[in-house]
Every structure is written in C-alpha cells, then in structure tokens.
C-alpha cells in the first residue's frame, strides 16, 4: 500500500494550479484547494467552474470564502496534517504596500504551521523581486522587500530551497487576482520559496561535573555558555562528524610518511595549573582565555574512605582564577606522553579532545572545539619539521592554509583568511640523553576551523548543530561539500550601552554574558565607541551586536527578547550602568 499525501492550497483564484497540480501529482496525493472569494465570485472567473468540477471528480476538496492566515478554524482543515501547504503569488489586494503583504505573509505562516506535518514543506512563490534573497534579479533593496525568510522565522520555519517558479510544469495555470482583479501576476522571474521547522532555541543550564585528577575528586559545575559542547562524541568510533572526517584524512596523510600510534586514552577535560605556569604548556595562552573552575568539593581517596577537604559552596566564578581549569590546550599533556612506557621514538603519537577557550564572538573562532595533538621524537638529521611541512602543505594548502615559519626556524603557525595561528608545528630539542641528536616535534591544530575550510562551512556553530540534516549529509557524503539546510537567513543588529569602570572590567566577561543570556544567538560582536568621562574616570561603552543563527529560525520578536534579556542580565552579572 501507498502512503496518502495531503496538499493544501491557499489563496487559489480560479483553481487552475491545483487542477494541473492534481493531474501531475500521481496517486496517492490528496489536494484540498481553497480560495478566499465566495464560490459566486470564484465562478465568475474565466475557467474556474471547469476546474472545480476537475478536481472534485479526482476527489479533492474545493473550499470557499477561507482565510488563510486563520487555517486552524475550518472544520475541514483543523483535523488534518499536511504534507505541503502552498501559497502561489499571495497578495493583500487592491494596491497594498510592502508592509501589508509582510503582515499577511507572517500570519500565513502562522496559521501554516499548526496544520503542518513535522517534516512537512511550506511552498510560497513570489514575484520576481519582492523576497528579498540573493536570488532575487534585480535585488531590491531589504527594506523595499516583504523580507520573506524573516516573516517564516516569526513561526519557526527556515529558507530550506530556493527555485524558478516552472509554469510549463503545469499546464493550463493561468495566474489571477492582480489588485483583486482578474488579471495575472507578472510570474516571468517568479521564485518557489520551500520552508520547513527549525529546532526551537532551548535554555542551556549549568552542568554539573566530577573529576578525578590523581588522588583528588573535584566537583564542580560547567557554566551554561558551555553545557551544550559537552558529551557531543563527535570523535566516537559511530560518529560521521566532518571533524572526526578531518582528523582521519590529516592522520591518514600523516601515515604514508611516520608510523603513526592513536593512544586511546582520555585525558580528563580538567587539569591543575597556576596562571603562572601557562607559559611552560604554551606561550600563546594568557590567564584570562582560561576558564578557570572553582570546586563546590574537593575529595581525596585514603584507602577507599572518602574525606572531603573542601566542602566550601561555589561563588560566581565568571573570572575566578586558581588551580583547577577546563583544558584550554592538549599541550597539557605533552609531558604525561613522552613519559609514558609506550612512547616510541620514530612513531607519530596521536590524541584529540575538546578543549576551552575564552574567545571574544566571532563566526571563525568558537569557545570550546576539538583539537588533534601529535608528538613525536625523530632524528635532527631525518629534518622533521621541514617533512611535516611538507606534508601538511600538499594536503591543506588547496583549503586557503597557509604556513607562516617563525624567526628561530623551530617552529611554525597554520593560518587561514578567517583565523590566523589556527594550528602549530613546533620542533624542541630531546632532553634524554640516550636521545641525543633527536628532536621532539609537537603538532597541535584545531580540527573545527580545519572542518569548516575543507567543507565550506560558513559559521562554525554549524558544527554543533543539533538539527540532524547538518550530519545526514555527511552520513551520505562523507567528503561531499557542505550544503546549507537553512538558506539566506536574516540579521539583525543591536547595540547596547554602559558605564564600566576600567580598573575592574574585563572584555571575555562581556562576550561570556552575551553567549549565555542570547542563547548563542550572536554572530559578531564590534566595539564602535569608546568614551571616558575626563573627572568621574568611568569609561562609556557601545557595542554593535549582530544576531544571526545558520540552523534556527531566529525572528525580529526573538532577538528584542534576546536583546531585553541581555540587558536585563548585563547589569547584575558585570557591574556596569546601561546607557
């Protein structure tokens, strides 16, 4: 047996395209065509009785006088689900401007959704021009548009296809209701705009966390910035992750010239340091890109009894610095490698993990992302360095990797157009003498960034995406180019305000707030003023942010939520006056 589909058509005129949609469309395709004039007024235009009495002997349902932004009140409708609803060149009527069809389309959409399947389509097809996407020839300018992406997004619905409205593929269509007349739309141009549901924004909560570190068990608790990037698995033996992909690729080149071992242990996502010795695990790291953790316990393990030596409730440890840190780098764990038993001078030892970074927001760089270490000892005079060079060159320079090699020769950085000093090759001198003349090379590159180059992918949030057509497409394609699922989605730009005093503020801390009381729904953020009071000694700070998500449906209603909850946070977490 055939699964039923069922169609649903508004705002039809003389119900021409659902008579040559329901010739096309084969069996098991159930159409129900309404339209907003009474049957009286419908029949008055040309063709229209024809095609009524056409679709009522394939069995569709004919409707009159329905409003199609008020759907879920129709008795003949509310106890359907749809597979499709289509909306061919919707129009307010009489000459209505840019705003009026804008409303009409956001309450379409709104009405659209509460009879749609869950992977149903929404189809809109507009004259050529008045979307307002890239596709559109000419572009008009977005405020001359009826902004349809942004008009979806108030019901939760994303751009997921974009495509020339085909009148050859239907015969007999005949465009009508041209100011309410019985004249036709210019459809030359015209654009089919398919729609589906985004996942909602959800609400990340603090995560709470055990370590064992030795000896010692810390408790602690993840803040909600971070929540989401935790126990993803992306690297896990089942997973087709384009990082996992990546990591295989770079380790498969890597092959063909070292032996290369994977070390399959975990290295825990919590170390101990001092903000003084970051220097001595790497140099490029400063205290404040670290997140620092401070324990609500601490335990230590004496002959299976469990004491507990710190039992002191957390504080806000939004810049707290002590002992204990998310891992902000695998270097960490260079040390730990070269002493273990198994290292073997000659093999390539290879470990990846998440690690933590405090970064301002940006589309290139996130807080949290993978990365690929691997250390090795080989001979001086076998030159290491330069072969890994060599090596990385012929496989990544393609990507828009370049390789910038500092002044000592020993060491060298991986950049790209977006994100410099993104990976480091390093060369250091053996301190074992029964190793004399080798050389310890150190890798440490950052698998997101490396994903987002090699498969196009614009905005690194992608990778994190929770919506399971990011990673069908990889499922099917493992080194296929990446194809976005939510098309041309709209931006909206805010600023924000405030007095701050310059002795205690701290920049990371703004971003951290911003991240978790947005929802992660900034892309960019730019300071674009700068004022400091000549007697009080306050600073006045205004900062441009620009909301855009790459996988949601992120509307105008949303973001001045997200915006007056950003303020409403601001003042209480960071000490500052809003503006």
Not at 6 to 26: T, Y
Not at 276 to 299: A, C, F, G, M, R
Not at 345 to 368: D, E, K, M, N
Not at 450 to 472: E, K, M, N
Request: aromatic share 10%; hydrophobic share 35%.
């Amino acid at each position: 047996m055939f699964k039923t589909r069922e169609f649903l058509l508004v705002g039809e005129g003389n119900f021409s395209f659902s008579a040559a949609l329901i010739e096309n469309a084969g069996d098991g395709v159930v159409v129900t065509a309404t339209c907003f004039q009474s049957e009286e007024d419908t029949n008055r235009q040309e063709g229209a009785a024809l095609n009524i009495q056409r679709l009522r002997e394939r069995g569709s349902i004919v409707l009159f006088e329905v409003d199609c932004t008020r759907l879920k009140e129709y008795e003949d409708i509310k106890h359907h689900l749809y597979e499709c609803v289509i909306f061919n060149f919707p129009h307010c009527g009489r000459k209505s401007g840019v705003k009026k069809n804008r409303i009409l389309l956001a309450k379409f959409f709104q009405s659209a959704i509460a009879v749609l399947k869950d992977n149903g389509e929404v189809h809109v097809t507009l004259c050529n021009g008045q979307g307002g996407t890239p596709c559109d020839r000419p572009i008009r300018e977005w405020h001359n548009s009826w902004q349809v992406v942004a008009m979806a997004a108030e019901a939760g619905l994303i751009l997921s296809e974009i495509h020339p409205f085909d009148c050859q593929m239907y015969q007999g269509y005949r465009c009508t209701g041209y100011r309410s007349q019985d004249k036709g739309f210019h459809v030359e141009g015209g654009l089919t705009h398919m729609f589906t549901r985004s996942l909602p924004y959800t609400v990340p909560e603090k995560l709470k966390m055990e370590k064992t570190i030795g000896k010692e068990t810390v408790c602690f608790e993840i803040s909600a910035e971070l929540s989401e990037y935790l126990n993803r698995n992306f690297l896990g033996p089942q997973s087709h992750h384009p990082v996992k992909t990546v990591q295989e690729l770079l380790l498969r080149e890597l092959k063909s010239v070292w032996p290369v071992c994977t070390i399959n242990k975990e290295f825990p996502e919590l170390v101990t340091c001092l903000p003084e010795t970051l220097q001595e695990y790497d140099p490029n790291l400063s205290h404040s890109e670290v997140y620092w953790i401070k324990p609500t316990h601490t335990y230590l393990f004496d002959q299976n009894d469990r004491e507990q030596v710190n039992g002191e409730p957390m504080d806000d440890q939004l810049s707290f610095t002590g002992s204990y840190a998310l891992r902000p780098s695998l270097l960490f764990h260079v040390q730990e490698i070269t002493q273990n038993e198994d290292f073997s001078p000659g093999t390539l030892h290879a470990a990846s993990g998440l690690v933590f970074q405090r970064v301002p927001i940006s589309s290139s760089r996130s807080s949290a992302f993978h990365q690929l270490l691997l250390v090795g000892m080989f001979p001086s005079e076998s030159h290491p360095l330069k072969c890994f060079r060599d090596s990385l060159e012929s496989l990544l320079t393609t990507y828009g990797v370049s390789f910038e090699e500092m002044q000592t020769g020993q060491q060298f950085w991986m950049n790209s157009k977006t994100l410099s000093k993104f990976g480091r090759v390093t060369s250091l001198p053996s301190l074992a003498s029964d190793l004399e003349g080798s050389q310890l090379i150190v890798v440490a590159i950052n698998l997101d960034h490396l994903a987002t180059l090699i498969f196009g992918i614009s905005d690194w949030r992608l990778l994190w995406s929770a919506d399971p057509r990011f990673l069908r497409q990889f499922e099917l394609n493992p080194l296929g180019a990446f194809c976005p699922f939510s098309l041309y989605p709209p931006s909206y730009i805010h600023d924000i305000s405030f007095w701050m005093d310059p002795d205690s503020y701290e920049e990371l801390d703004f971003h951290a707030v911003i991240r978790e009381a947005t929802l992660g729904a900034v892309k960019d953020v730019v300071l674009v003023d700068r004022f400091r009071h000549p007697h009080m000694g306050h600073a006045s700070l205004c900062y441009r942010l620009t909301y855009q998500s790459p996988d949601r449906a992120l509307s105008y209603s949303q973001v001045l939520g997200l915006q007056s909850q950003l303020r409403k946070v601001l003042p209480m977490r960071l000490q500052v006056t809003l503006r």
